[in-house]
């Protein structure tokens, strides 16, 4: 570049402003390297990997010519450039294409992948498999518990009915002390002689809801000829027997 003519006009109308000749220098400085990067990038060498690539894909392009043996013998035997292969016509038009194996991995790398990938989504599966069927045990383990619950609840209810009504019926024959205590509906208030009792009898009689539930119906029937799913006091065990469906609620349903 020609230096600049320090007495010539065009150095004297330039603005000499305090700063401004840092910026003309740093746009200049911007200037210069875009064009360096411009030019290296024109003069750079491709690498012989690039080279390699832009060659086989011209070859690759390029329809094979007479000079080829291949296709020279081809055209001996009939064939016609764009027919298919074979003998009937039934055979590939296109070649079949050429898959250049770029990376470092061995044979049967991508294959062991694959394996392993379907190996890994085999095994979640089967854990989403069985969370689900731990999910359905929990839920059908809530579903027996809470019947359960219902049928104790049930029972409870059933037993004091029957409670209630076995000390009636009991009082109503002059019978001042049930045959068994807890075939009455115990007091509120007891004193602590009377708790003292029951906790001797709780020992000694370990009898669930509805074993009680069994004893305290079958002694209505016997003795009172009673059932306490009707309702009724029958006249006799004959009449009872031919018009109670049954001993139990489910009989009664």
Known sequence: ?????????LFIKQDVRPGLPMVRRVKEAIQKEEKQKEANEKNRQKSIKEEEKERRDLVLKSALGNENKGFALL????????????????????PIPLNIKTGRSGLGHEELKKRKAEEKLENYRQKLHMKKQANEQAADQFRIRFKTKQE???MEGDLRKSQRACQQLDMQKDIDVPKETWFWIEPEEEDKKDEEDKEDEC???????????????????????YCIWCGTTY???ED?????????????D
Not at 78 to 83: D, E, P, R, T, V
């Open 240 to 252: 009872l027997s031919s018009n109670c469906p049954g001993d139990s609620a489910a009989d009664h």
């Open 152 to 154: 104790e609840r049930k």
């Open 203 to 225: 020992t000694s009689s370990d009898l669930s809801i509805s074993e009680k539930l069994r004893i305290l119906t079958a002694y209505l029937r016997e003795e009172h000829f």
């Open 1 to 9: 570049e020609e230096e600049e003519d320090y007495m010539s006009d």
């Open 235 to 237: 006249e006799d065990s």
């Open 75 to 94: 055209q001996k035997m009939g064939y016609k450039s764009g027919q298919a292969l074979g003998k009937s016509g039934e055979g590939i038009v296109e």
